[in-house]
């Protein structure tokens, strides 16, 4: 089924970069809390920009970082660089998806293991 499917990691660095600020909200939102901004006032803060920072990618407008545009509003405390920090380890973002990944792979290797001949199928091409 995975025939012919590729990985590029390169992609998958440049998409994790674009796009992590936006999945690491909640940890910036509890950064922003201990250091002393109400919660309502952060997430207001965290939406405007994050609204702001979407409709730029989509029209080629300010090309700021998110970390770069909290840090630079009066109400935020932190720096661009302690916030990119707080979401620099995307993969404490995924929740449970390796282990449900894994757990999908030993189901398929069960079903690979019981039907030999069905798993060996080649199909043709589609287009």
């Known amino acids: 089924m995975l025939k012919g499917f590729g990985a590029y990691p390169a992609v998958i660095d440049q ?5 992590a600020p936006f999945v690491s909200t909640t940890k ?7 250091a002393g901004i ?7 803060i965290i939406k405007e920009h994050a609204v702001s920072l979407a409709l730029d990618m989509r029209t080629g407008g300010n090309s700021q970082t998110l970390y770069e545009r909290l840090a630079n509003d009066d109400r935020v405390s932190m720096s661009a660089e302690e916030l990119k920090d707080i979401a620099n380890r995307p993969l404490e973002l995924v929740g449970l998806a390796p282990e449900q990944a894994r757990a999908f792979g030993r189901k398929v290797d069960a079903i690979v293991a019981k039907y030999p001949k069905a798993a060996a199928y080649k199909g043709g091409a589609v287009l």
């Not at 910036?28 to 201990?34: D, Y």
């Not at 109400?38 to 207001?44: C, D, L, V």
């Open 15 to 19: 998409e994790i970069t674009k796009y």
């Open 28 to 34: 910036i939102l509890m950064a922003l809390q201990k």
């Open 38 to 44: 109400g919660r309502e006032t952060a997430h207001s």
